[in-house]
Structure formats: C-alpha cells, structure tokens
C-alpha cells in the first residue's frame, strides 16, 4: 500500500512563501502529484514529477528526491485565492493515492 | 475544451431510493473514475474505466454500480445507500492510464442521504 505525509495547516502572510512536504512510502513508485481544492470546490492539478528535481509553473514549483522519498510544493508570491487545501498524490503502477492534505490559510 | 461536467450538484435521496450520478468529458480521454470525498478528506478512489472497461473496482459496496455507456459518459448507480454514504461524490479522466498522475475533476455531486 502507500503511506504520505504532509502537515495539516500552514498559515502566511500575502506576499510570503510557503513550502509544503511531503514524504511517501510505497512500492512501484511512477511519480508525485499536487492538487489544489478550494472549500466547495474540486481538486485542480497543479503538477506532476516523475523525475528528481524542481518543476516550475509561475507563482508554483514543485520538488522531487525519489531516493528520499519526498517532494515539496513551494507557493510564492502568496494571493488571498492560494487560500485552499493542498494534497500530494502518489501514483503507483495501480492508483493514484492521495494525502490527507494541507489546509494553507493566507492573511492580508 | 479541459472541462468534466457531472450533474446533478446536490442530490438528496432516501435509503430506499434508486438514482443515477452523471458525468461527461469530451477530452478524447480514455480513463475515467469515480472519488468519494468527506469532509476535510482526501478523495478516495472507488471505481476506474480504461478504455470503457472496468479495470479497478476499490471493493465498492454492490450498493454503488458504475456503468461507462461510451468514451465521454459515466454513470454511477445509486441503490438502497446508507446515509454514512452522504459525500462529495467527484468525476475525474485523465488521458491514458488508469493511474496517471495528472486527472481533471468535475464539480462533483454533492449527496445526501437521510
């Protein structure tokens, strides 16, 4: 099976950067994957590594170490609307496996 | 065109009462799935297409009967449920495979169960 952890809540201030991790265990390993969900809404994917290394999409980058079984999403520039729950997903050869999720809550 | 539609939005039911979840997507995308979804939690997979044929079912109760009719539409059958089954029920397609890592939602269907 799979196992990912990642912190429940982060909170910042508009302007800042927050960093979320995430670390995983599990066997088949293809790659990560970030999704952003705002309350009442659906899961948004905002990337995916399958490689080591940092992939960047405008304000959003994304980091992967498969040898430490780990990867982090790094939001700059916060807005009010980054406001929302983050969750990492791992995909095996199977499924694509979810985190518990990351409640990040930016404040003016 | 990235969109996965679903309908309803909200949908209150009974328990002993027989509905039906739609979804579409016109991405030409050859997966598609169903996600259950409390709140405050994580989707959790319950049922994949690959290439309109069941390849996962996440030992779903009978209670919830998917169907796939063509490339662009899944249904889930919904019969005799349970109210702890009251949840955000999500739509999502990806282009290929059956775990890619990059999937598009749907708005979901938000059910209640009294």
């Known amino acids: 099976g799979q196992s990912l952890e990642q912190p429940s809540e982060v909170t910042a201030v508009e302007g800042a950067i927050v960093q979320i991790n995430c670390t995983y265990q599990t066997s088949g390993f293809y790659g990560l994957s970030w999704y952003q969900q705002h309350d009442g809404g659906a899961p948004t994917f905002l990337s995916y590594n399958a490689l080591d290394g940092l992939e960047e999409t405008g304000r959003f980058s994304s980091f992967l170490s498969r040898s430490d079984s780990y990867g982090y999403l790094l939001l700059q520039e916060l807005q009010m609307k980054d406001s929302a729950s983050y969750f990492c997903a791992v995909r095996d050869s199977y499924k694509l496996s979810f985190g518990a999720g990351t409640t990040v809550t930016v404040r003016a | 065109d990235t969109e996965v539609t679903q309908t309803p939005k909200h949908l209150v039911m009974g328990m002993t009462n027989k509905k039906s979840l739609k979804c579409e997507q016109h991405?030409?995308?050859?997966?598609m799935y169903w996600y259950k979804q409390k709140a405050k939690k994580p989707p959790e997979l319950m049922f994949v297409?690959?290439?309109?044929?069941?390849?996962i079912n996440e030992s779903v109760p009978s209670r919830f009967s998917p169907e796939c009719p063509n490339s662009s539409l899944l249904n889930l059958h919904l019969h005799a449920l349970q109210p702890e089954d009251s949840a955000l029920y999500l739509c999502a397609s990806s282009q290929r495979g059956t775990s890619e890592g990059e999937q598009y939602f749907g708005p979901g269907t938000r059910l209640t169960v009294t």
């Open positions: 297409y690959s290439y309109e044929k069941l390849s």
């Open positions: 991405m030409g995308h050859r997966a």
